[in-house]
């Protein structure tokens, strides 16, 4: 039985492929108000509610004719003269029907409701406007002149039929409306269109898989390249000094050198090791940055302080000039770690006596943090692929040598956080490397 009516419900508001959505809704809200119509015409005919029943049967009418012209006609319903005509009706009945006192104020709300439902959502805006300043008028016309208000029923029985035969209209339009006719058309609505975006999705998965699979190609052969040789000679280099030093009693400066050449490769190593691991970290996590507004100095402090311990080793100048009021938006590990291997590189490829500076200072809205050395530069057939896993690390003054991750795993870091990086080198008179990242304050 509940089959039968479904079908006969979709016949008469028809399919989703040949109406829009509207006018699926107008249509069910028609062939309701016809059926209620049925009942609630004679019902206050019989009452002597003359003035309710003709607006039912005008407004019945009126929604028939609409619906026979869009159901059957293709034509579709018109939005305005469906708005216009219920300010008319019910403006009429609230003169005809007690004004205040009356039951026009209660199918009002409820009408306009299938207004909303029946028209596109860019004119939902303009109809509560016109209503609202309709309704205003309607009630101050008659508040003004109230001579111009009929009653046509006695107060207790007479309101009570009236609130009584009036009250079903709105429910019954409400409940259509929002149960079972928009919710359910809403839902198929966004069915439809989760089905072309998870086809677009899919779609972009695909060629997004594809560009994943040859970068893990790249990233793959990269890796083992750094693993068996360049993590790999290093740690020989140690195992061979530690194995000098632990069978042969060396004293002196030969013990001193070695030493120091045991200090030298073991923190070298633990360079490499810390921009491969952090590297492959951002690999497997993706893009997760935690952005925080600080002071530039109190974030880079203990950087630059480490640096000028590494700095001094080498016998290299680390000078900065950092104001505390420069307030930049930034991930603070992320740009701690950058700043620690740019002033790393630096002081790899500046030679004994050289100077490093380090300035930041205000262009904007963003932050420019320059890390200058008077090293050995860049060679300008590497310059293009410096930022890119294509590149191949270079040698620093004390043949000190990195991993080639440590400018891309910056390049990667400054990029999450909104900024950008960027370098002039001359080879032989030295690098600059520029950072910007988003600020927020001005430097007194």
């Given at each position: 039985m509940i089959k039968k009516i479904n079908t006969v419900w979709l016949r008469l508001i028809g399919d989703s492929s040949s109406f829009s959505l509207e006018s699926r809704i107008f249509h069910s809200i028609s062939v309701g108000l016809s059926i209620l119509a049925i009942f609630y015409v004679p019902y206050n005919l019989f009452a002597g509610l003359y003035v309710a029943s003709l607006s039912s049967l005008l407004l019945s009418l009126f929604f028939?004719?609409?619906?026979?012209?869009?159901?059957?006609?293709?034509?579709?319903?018109?939005?305005?003269?469906?708005?216009?005509?219920?300010?008319?009706?019910?403006?009429?009945?609230?003169?005809?029907?007690?004004?205040?006192?009356?039951?026009?104020?209660?199918?009002?709300?409820?009408?306009?409701?299938?207004?909303?439902?029946?028209s596109p959502y860019r004119q939902h805006l303009a109809w509560l406007i016109v209503y609202i300043i309709g309704f205003l008028v309607l009630h101050l016309v008659a508040y003004y002149y109230p001579a111009l208000v009929k009653h046509p029923f006695d107060a207790g029985k007479g309101e009570l039929i009236d609130r009584i035969t009036a009250f079903p209209l709105p429910v019954i339009a409400i409940y259509i409306v929002i149960k079972y006719?928009?919710?359910?058309?809403?839902?198929?609505?966004?069915?439809?269109?989760?089905?072309?975006?998870?086809?677009?999705?899919?779609?972009?998965?695909?060629?997004?898989?594809?560009?994943?699979l040859e970068k893990s190609d790249i990233e793959r052969n990269k890796l083992m390249s750094i693993i068996s040789h360049d993590m790999r000679t290093?740690?020989?280099?140690?195992?061979?000094?530690?194995?000098?030093?632990?069978?042969?009693?060396?004293?002196?400066?030969?013990?001193?050198?070695?030493?120091?050449?045991?200090?030298?490769?073991?923190?070298?190593?633990?360079?490499?090791?810390?921009n491969l691991l952090q590297w492959s970290k951002s690999q497997m996590e993706g893009p997760a940055v935690n952005l925080v507004s600080a002071s530039l100095l109190d974030i880079i402090k203990s950087t630059?302080?480490?640096?000028?311990?590494?700095?001094?080793?080498?016998?290299?100048?680390?000078?900065?000039?950092?104001?505390?009021a420069l307030i930049v938006i930034a991930d603070m590990n992320m740009l701690q770690l950058v700043v620690r291997?740019?002033?790393?590189?630096?002081?790899?490829?500046?030679?004994?006596?050289?100077?490093?500076?380090?300035?930041?200072?205000?262009?904007?809205?963003?932050?420019?943090?320059?890390?200058?050395?008077?090293?050995?530069?860049?060679?300008?057939?590497?310059?293009?692929?410096?930022?890119?896993?294509?590149?191949?690390p270079?040698?620093?003054?004390?043949?000190?040598?990195?991993?080639?991750?440590?400018l891309l795993l910056c390049k990667e870091f400054i990029e999450r956080q909104g900024g950008r990086i960027g370098f002039e080198s001359v080879p032989g008179r030295g690098s600059s490397f520029f950072i910007f990242i988003p600020a927020r304050a001005n430097v007194d």
């Open positions: 028939y004719y609409e619906y026979y012209n869009s159901r059957f006609n293709n034509k579709p319903h018109s939005n305005i003269l469906f708005g216009v005509i219920g300010i008319i009706v019910f403006s009429f009945n609230y003169f005809a029907n007690s004004g205040i006192n009356g039951s026009t104020d209660i199918i009002w709300p409820a009408y306009l409701l299938l207004v909303f439902a029946i006719i928009r919710k359910s058309y809403d839902k198929e609505r966004i069915a439809v269109e989760e089905k072309a975006i998870a086809i677009e999705v899919q779609n972009q998965h695909i060629l997004l898989q594809k560009e994943q290093p740690l020989i280099n140690i195992q061979s000094y530690l194995q000098l030093l632990n069978e042969n009693e060396l004293d002196g400066p030969l013990r001193a050198g070695i030493e120091q050449e045991l200090l030298a490769s073991t923190n070298s190593t633990i360079d490499m090791l810390t630059l302080d480490m640096g000028k311990i590494q700095a001094n080793k080498k016998d290299i100048a680390l000078n900065y000039t950092i104001s505390p291997n740019l002033i790393s590189n630096a002081i790899k490829f500046t030679p004994k006596g050289g100077i490093i500076n380090i300035d930041a200072q205000l262009v904007q809205h963003e932050c420019k943090i320059t890390v200058s050395d008077n090293g050995k530069g860049i060679d300008p057939g590497k310059q293009d692929k410096i930022f890119s896993i294509y590149t191949e270079g040698f620093g003054t004390n043949n000190e040598k990195g991993v080639g991750l440590g």
